[in-house]
């Protein structure tokens, strides 16, 4: 692991973690709370390393640092739940010869730890110099030999009442100011902070590039149309947000984000039979979280149903509407959404 004020949330992981590993270390770059304290009541092997606006080398030092036949590697704010640690407990146990094991990380969940946003990722790599980081920022581990997908190995990445930064943004500024070129997958991370930065004709202009290039992964690809069409939305540019949603499908099948997406664009201009069209096939498609994409499982189910609710009760088709309604009630019975269409249904 490499951490950083990480007080309020490492003995959380270490505590789950520690009942599967055979060995912790810890790497902290610059903390200046108890966080390296609290890392050695759970491990003598915690090191100081100077931050150098780089995670990949980091990651890599925390790496040079174990002594396994395998890593796994966290963040400081991740989940291990119990269940994904007995699922750990068991590959371990089949002696089972993989390089890199890919498994999902779930970045949104509700109360009861049922995911809504999720991919997946390299989690576990065999202890080899050819399975390390690559990229000072969003860095990753390229995977290659022999590799696996768990998607039943769950990571949960607690980032709850974390106030996003401009952190990664400022190290992709410094690479521009080294006249550093970027790799298309940069490029693409390097749109999508400036778009979460809220600077969208920069993100739109970096978005545009990556695409014309023609050498990026489909998934971000797809990815980069849907955060085109939101920058757009953002600027009140409606034409241009569905044109920047359409282009997705020359890079695979439509996904459910970006149906959903196209719904919403034609209820907001009052187009409820187009909408309902979009949002139904949003409904009726299936996600594939570990083709390697962000997913955002909301938008096969309960989403499109939340908004068909709402599009055929103002097309006076009242039947369809409190139909969607009740899958929605079966999904999420305490959403607040729900719970003000239950109670105009009731009313009515």
Not at 152 to 163: A, F, L, Q
Not at 253 to 260: D, T
Not at 329 to 342: G, Q, S, T
């Amino acid at each position: 692991m490499i951490v950083r004020d990480e007080e309020k949330n490492l003995a959380t992981c270490l505590n789950c973690i520690a009942k599967v590993v055979d060995e912790i270390i810890i790497v902290d770059t610059g903390s200046t709370d108890n966080t390296k304290s609290i890392a050695r009541t759970f491990t003598d092997k915690v090191y100081d390393f100077e931050w150098v606006y780089d995670f990949s080398k980091a990651r890599n030092f925390s790496f040079s640092k174990a002594t396994g036949d395998y890593i796994m590697w966290l963040d400081g704010d991740d989940m291990v739940l119990s269940d994904t640690v007995e699922k750990i407990k068991k590959w371990k146990e089949t002696d089972e010869d993989v390089d890199v094991v890919m498994c999902s990380y779930v970045t949104s969940y509700d109360k009861d730890f049922n995911p809504t946003f999720e991919y997946v990722r390299e989690r576990i790599v065999k202890n080899t110099p050819s399975l390390r980081f690559t990229d000072r920022v969003h860095e990753v581990i390229i995977p290659q030999g022999r590799v696996i997908t768990r998607g039943d190995i769950k990571i949960y990445h607690n980032h709850k009442n974390k106030p996003y930064t401009d952190r990664n943004l400022q190290i992709y500024k410094k690479m521009l100011a080294e006249k550093i070129e970027f790799s298309p997958r940069q490029q693409f991370y390097y749109a999508r902070e400036l778009m979460y930065n809220n600077l969208l004709d920069q993100a739109i202009h970096e978005f545009s590039v990556f695409l014309a290039g023609g050498k990026g992964w489909s998934e971000n690809n797809i990815e980069a149309c849907l955060n085109l069409s939101r920058c757009y939305q953002s600027k009140g540019e409606q034409d241009k947000a569905l044109t920047s949603l359409f282009g997705s499908f020359a890079y695979g099948l439509p996904r459910g984000e970006i149906l959903y997406e196209i719904g919403r664009i034609f209820e907001a201009k009052r187009q409820y039979k187009n909408a309902i069209y979009w949002y139904e096939l949003a409904f009726s498609s299936k996600p594939n979280v570990e083709g390697g994409g962000f997913t955002d499982l909301d938008c096969y189910n309960f989403l499109p149903a939340l908004q068909l609710c709402v599009c055929y009760y103002k097309l006076g088709e009242k039947e369809k509407s409190h139909h969607y309604f009740e899958i929605t009630k079966a999904l999420k019975p305490e959403d607040p959404a729900v719970k003000y269409n239950e109670q105009f249904f009731n009313n009515k």
